[in-house]
């Protein structure tokens, strides 16, 4: 379903050691390995952005995006309008919404998890994929 898809270019960088206050707001693709204290959204407009928060970065406010990468600690709620992957180190402080949610092992979230039913019947289970360590 999300496999086929080509994923937009990551064009911006929150780089390592950069400090943001304030809300963001991107086109096609970002990723975050510094801080943000306000919210990171991808504008409404534009179909298949993408975000990825990395291990080392530290998200405090709300995310918003198509396709959310998580592998760092967001303090906020997070919006996921297709897929939510959320890799082993992810810390999620906050309600989750999503379409799709790759959970791999290791990562937390101390909130709701909501999902999100785009056009799908209401007996119609959303995607859930569970990671696991392959031998």
Same mark, same amino acid.
């Given at each position: ?40 959204? @991808?504008?409404?407009?534009?179909? +298949?952005?993408?975000?990825?928060? =990395? ?5 405090? #406010? *709300?995310? $918003? ?34 379409? @799709?949610?790759?959970?791999?092992? +290791?990562?937390?979230?101390?909130? =709701? ?5 785009? #056009? *799908?019947? $209401? ?13």
């Amino acid at each position: 379903m999300f496999g086929k898809k080509t994923q937009p270019p990551i064009k911006s960088l929150i780089a390592q050691g950069t400090h943001i206050d304030g809300n963001l707001q991107f086109k096609e693709g970002l990723r975050v390995d510094g801080e943000v204290f306000g919210d990171v959204k @991808a504008s409404p407009e534009e179909n +298949g952005s993408m975000l990825v928060i =990395s291990e080392a970065a530290v998200v405090q #406010g *709300a995310i $918003e995006a198509d396709h959310v990468i998580i592998n760092g600690t967001v303090r906020g709620p997070v919006h996921a309008r297709e897929l939510l992957e959320l890799q082993p180190k992810a810390k999620i402080e906050g309600d989750v919404c999503y379409v @799709a949610l790759e959970m791999h092992q +290791g990562a937390t979230i101390c909130g =709701s998890l909501r999902p999100l039913m785009t #056009g *799908a019947s $209401e007996d119609e289970k959303p995607l859930l994929k569970l990671a696991s360590k392959s031998a």
